[in-house]
């Protein structure tokens, strides 16, 4: 490609909102450009990277067994009314009537699709396994899109979808992915880690992300430097400490002007283990059949020294949505914000009890009551509710494996795979026969990708203070070629005998100086830039220069095509070298 003719330009400042260097560099150097918050172009660079990316996906995904297909955007909103998803997914669900007043939705993602479809095409047991995959567009209408690709609204994703007849041939797909995903990861040159995840609105019980650990991350990860322990904050869990002991008589104190645990703990002289904290939250309930939303109070108790997780406490309360609640609402159920506790509460409220708090005796909590807090209090004889590891992990807590310290990482998650079991397979009458002529549920799982998310961890992951520096198997280009000389005819016939002989090239053949083609070509961070300067074209020969490492050679023109060849499968090679494959035990 000339870059005089090329139709993205270059920018020598980022525009307002680049708040990732990554994100920076991706827009500088005219790879993409933002048309509305979240939603992204892709500009010929930008889309000649993503293609890569693809096609290494479609590799390994054609590499076990799966085949592609394609499904609408537009989705029957009726479909997605079979499993209730249509009514638990909030606004980050776009929903729409046809001309003719039917319900109609913009896909997050495919699970109802696809098992419409192979409600279709599943009728015996014969016809399992299957597996099938698409590459395609995505529509979530995110409330916080941010840092460019990492989190937008518009995106493109590769989802695939196995159908099987048991949990045994599930979990054997289950396992192919994992390893694919980790082969995926490694061809792109991006380090991954996985880890034990929450399947969320998906469903199912066993889910595993994929994490680039960076500081750019939204999602906290937990892990063991001692014995490889790793989960997303939302599943993690650790060691805990109980403290069961004899119970003693409840006593209501004067504690005046005590609300919070440090004051509390201060003024008693108790260790913040030693209290049971009431923590206040409203969720939603939507019955699923016809969307009807509930509201109730939800009441998160957890020892004072540790903090509620907010994923482990919507799963146990099973809310669709948890929001912080007000001090009325917390009034109305006889409580008193504060100096709150479920004893002697009132009204509709659920109550959800941390294990440690469950297990331990003679606890200050709440009294309900201004200025006042019982102590000895214990769970099943004073108050009672659900029992539930509640209780978020933190940096230092001891590891569920082996007890060691666990450490604290910020990620970014590139990818997802689930066991979906029969969550949609048996909402939507996808069944087969089997051997005996009797309807069984076909067992699923749901795998993801992120395209362009994945592009732009690369672009963080690979930058300096000049541009970006990606590798060779997801570069938009192999070779950037820049011309110096004022003979465009020598720069043309090595141009054009580099693409003779395959090697992807950007002919920078604009009228610019030294100085603005060196900053394009940093900026633009193909990997092999090729420079035609005057004093070279006389000795017969042309400069190359690695972007990742800076190293400077010169090869006669004569064999510059096969050089460069060799040069390329170099840099091919340091990827196939690399390559991660994990197993899932």
């Excluded at 995903?181 to 595993?208: E, N, Q, T, W």
Aim: aromatic share 8%; net charge negative.
């Amino acid at each position: 490609m000339r870059m005089s003719s090329m139709f993205s330009r270059t920018l020598r400042e980022a525009p307002n909102g680049a708040d990732c260097k990554g994100y920076e560099y991706l827009l500088r150097a005219g790879y993409i450009r933002q048309m509305g918050a979240g939603i992204f172009s892709l500009l010929p660079l930008g889309f000649r990277a993503t293609q890569k990316i693809q096609n290494i996906v479609r590799d390994e995904m054609n590499a076990i067994g799966a085949e592609e297909i394609l499904m609408p955007l537009v989705n029957p909103a009726d479909i997605w009314k079979e499993t209730g998803r249509y009514y638990s997914i909030d606004k980050e669900m776009s929903r729409f009537q046809d001309r003719v007043g039917r319900d109609m939705v913009l896909a997050m993602t495919h699970e109802e699709a696809v098992t419409d479809i192979a409600r279709g095409e599943i009728d015996s047991y014969k016809r399992l396994p299957l597996l099938v995959y698409q590459i395609q567009t995505k529509w979530r209408d995110d409330p916080r899109p941010r840092a460019g690709l990492i989190r937008v609204r518009e995106f493109t994703m590769k989802d695939s979808y196995s159908f099987d007849r048991d949990w045994e041939g599930l979990d054997k797909v289950y396992k192919a992915h994992y390893k694919a995903y980790f082969r995926i990861y490694s061809r792109c040159g991006l380090p991954v880690i996985a880890v034990g995840a929450d399947s969320g609105m998906m469903g199912g019980k066993v889910s595993h992300e994929y994490m680039y650990l960076s500081p750019i991350g939204e999602d906290t990860i937990i892990y063991c430097p001692e014995c490889g322990y790793t989960a997303n904050r939302q599943v993690a869990s650790f060691q805990k400490e109980y403290y069961p002991e004899e119970m003693k008589t409840i006593e209501k104190i004067a504690t005046p002007e005590t609300k919070t645990i440090e004051e509390l703990s201060a003024l008693l002289n108790v260790e913040k283990s030693r209290m049971a904290k009431a923590v206040f939250m409203v969720g939603t309930f939507i019955d699923d059949t016809n969307g009807e939303e509930e509201t109730k109070l939800v009441v998160a108790i957890i020892r004072g020294d540790m903090d509620v997780e907010e994923s482990k406490l919507s799963n146990a309360v099973k809310a669709n949505a948890l929001r912080p609640a007000h001090e009325e609402e917390i009034a109305e159920c006889g409580m008193v914000a504060g100096y709150a506790s479920p004893i002697g509460a009132k009204g509709k409220y659920v109550v959800i009890v941390d294990d440690t708090v469950a297990k331990s005796n003679n606890l200050v909590a709440g009294a309900n009551e201004e200025g006042y807090h019982y102590i000895n209090t214990n769970f099943g004889r004073d108050y009672t509710g659900t029992v539930a590891d509640i209780a978020s992990a933190k940096d230092g807590y001891k590891c569920p494996v082996c007890g060691k310290p666990l450490n604290v990482s910020k990620g970014v998650e590139v990818g997802n795979i689930f066991q979906l079991g029969t969550r949609y397979s048996a909402a939507m009458n996808c069944f087969y026969q089997d051997e005996t002529g009797k309807q069984q549920p076909v067992i699923m799982g749901s795998y993801g990708i992120g395209i362009g998310r994945l592009l732009a961890c690369l672009a963080e992951e690979y930058n300096d203070e000049s541009g970006l520096k990606l590798p060779i198997s997801v570069a938009p280009y192999q070779v950037h070629l820049v011309s110096l000389v004022k003979d465009t005819a020598i720069a043309d016939k090595i141009y054009e005998d580099l693409v003779a002989a395959g090697i992807e090239v950007l002919y920078d053949d604009r009228k610019d100086t030294a100085g603005v083609k060196f900053a394009d070509a940093d900026l633009i961070g193909v990997p092999i830039r090729l420079t035609l300067g005057n004093r070279s074209i006389k000795e017969g020969k042309v400069e190359v220069k690695l972007r990742a490492t800076g190293e400077v050679t010169s090869y006669a023109i004569e064999d510059l095509a096969a050089e460069i060849k060799a040069e390329i499968a170099k840099e091919q090679k340091k990827i196939d070298e690399a390559i991660v494959e994990k197993e899932l035990n």
